[in-house]
């Protein structure tokens, strides 16, 4: 057990938050770079419209991932607060739980994004000409959703153990074996867009398998078939903090459709000089979403037992983290990116000079921006970390009002390069909510008479 989990209620809280961060944030950076190989290897093997394709597919994959990712980290909240209380009798059944429930809601999105695949590309105005490559990747992107869940359900309950080291082994191997399929399926089988989608299932598949492994080798996290019968209460406390994070990224992803089909109305050059720069957004937030990941686990196991104080004082550790990590990744990308950029597209120099164009304007104005991001992560994920998933969400709204409200309207004053604003204004829109309710949850915590302070 000591080897596989972290206490993060004692010791020095940014040494506890960065040991956690940093393994999640190399297993991240796993992940991005079997995403950029995926996306590089189709652009060069396949061409600038397979590009476009996997362009137009790629906020329906969000959203849909999203609800996965909102559900499976909203049931590990619980588990973090019962690890930290040390009520192990409580995590099995919290463990359990989750597990069935996330069945349940695999097969629910399954069904439902089977059926809406294709409505939605048409009324996103996909281009003609690429509408059959999204259309087959996304079908079998989606036929794997219940190996996504398994593997981010698997993987969230190891980091609210505070075990990072895992889900980075994983990752780790999953994505080199997701890009040698992705060499095999698409330049050696020459199977398309198609083949990527099914290389990138196998690779999490494995991921998933290895996270059961050590999961089953852990006597905390030993669950016996009753565990996955849970009482109408505790199923009822696990979907009020994994459905408002599931509806928080849905309703972020809806915001994103409407970019991707004010987008997809601009060109196939467009689209592909969107698309390159997208792929690169995963690695402008790696950092961002692993300390996110870290202060979920640190802020729950914490309030878990009762330490007010010390939440208050990783929060700020934290945040001088995340903003030197936010400047830094944004010199890098403003030096490198358009060489960057640039790697992802094929074919006249014409077409290649423009898409690059697109590109790296939008990713400089995003670099530009970062820390607002990171800022957005930071005080989001504290937020959950306290059970508090309602607002996260309300957070979620402010970011697609501020982004469909952008993407709309900008583009009429500024040209099309207005649509690259909109992900920073909703940036700037949800930190308003977040930063507010933070600081307002945690005087309360801190007034509140049940809580204590390490010894």
């Not at 059944?93 to 994004?113: C, I």
């Not at 009482?231 to 009822?236: G, H, P, S, T, V």
């Not at 309710?437 to 010894?455: C, D, N």
């Amino acid at each position: 057990m000591a080897k596989k989990t972290r206490i993060m209620t004692e010791g020095t809280p940014w040494k506890l938050i960065l040991g956690l961060a940093l393994p999640l944030m190399f297993g991240n950076i796993f992940q991005q770079l079997y995403t950029v190989m995926d996306t590089l290897i189709v652009g060069r093997v396949l061409g600038v419209h397979a590009l476009a394709a996997l362009g137009a597919s790629d906020w329906l994959n969000w959203m849909i991932l999203g609800l996965v990712t909102g559900v499976t980290q909203g049931f590990c909240i619980l588990a973090a607060q019962k690890f930290g209380a040390g009520k192990t009798e409580e995590l099995k059944e919290v463990v359990g739980a989750s597990v069935s429930l996330s069945a349940l809601s695999a097969l629910v999105v399954e069904v439902l994004s089977q059926v809406l695949v294709t409505p939605l590309l048409k009324l996103l105005d996909t281009p003609s000409d690429i509408l059959p490559m999204a259309t087959l990747y996304l079908r079998i992107l989606f036929a794997g959703i219940p190996i996504v869940m398994a593997y981010n359900l698997l993987a969230a309950l190891l980091r609210a153990m505070g075990d990072g080291r895992t889900p980075l082994y994983a990752m780790v191997v999953a994505s080199i074996l997701n890009i040698l399929l992705d060499i095999l399926f698409v330049a050696g089988f020459h199977t398309g867009v198609g083949g990527a989608a099914v290389a990138t299932l196998i690779a999490q598949a494995v991921a998933a398998l290895y996270c059961l492994w050590v999961i089953l080798r852990m006597e905390i996290l030993q669950i016996r078939p009753a565990h996955l019968r849970p009482q109408r209460q505790l199923a009822w406390q696990l979907f009020s903090l994994g459905f408002p994070m599931a509806a928080q990224n849905t309703v972020i992803a809806v915001g994103g459709l409407v970019i991707q089909s004010i987008v997809n109305g601009f060109g196939v050059i467009f689209i592909a000089g969107y698309t390159a720069t997208n792929k690169l957004y995963g690695i402008l937030e790696i950092a961002a979403t692993s300390y996110g990941y870290a202060m979920v686990t640190y802020v729950g196991q914490n309030l878990g037992a009762g330490f007010c104080q010390r939440i208050r004082q990783g929060v700020k550790h934290a945040l001088g983290i995340a903003l030197a990590t936010s400047v830094g990744i944004a010199l890098a990308m403003l030096l490198t990116g358009r060489i960057l950029v640039g790697s992802f597209i094929t074919g006249t120099p014409q077409e290649v000079l423009e898409a690059t164009d697109v590109a790296y304007r939008y990713l400089a104005i995003m670099s530009v921006c970062l820390p607002i991001l990171y800022l957005l992560h930071l005080y989001r994920s504290s937020l959950q970390g306290m059970g508090d998933t309602v607002l996260p969400m309300a957070s979620g709204i402010a970011e697609f009002v501020m982004r469909t409200g952008a993407a709309l309207t900008l583009p009429a004053v500024l040209g099309q390069e207005g649509v690259f604003y909109a992900e920073v204004l909703a940036w700037l829109g949800a930190d308003l909510i977040l930063v507010t309710a933070y600081y307002v949850r945690i005087h309360k915590l801190g007034t509140s008479p049940g809580l204590q302070e390490p010894q």
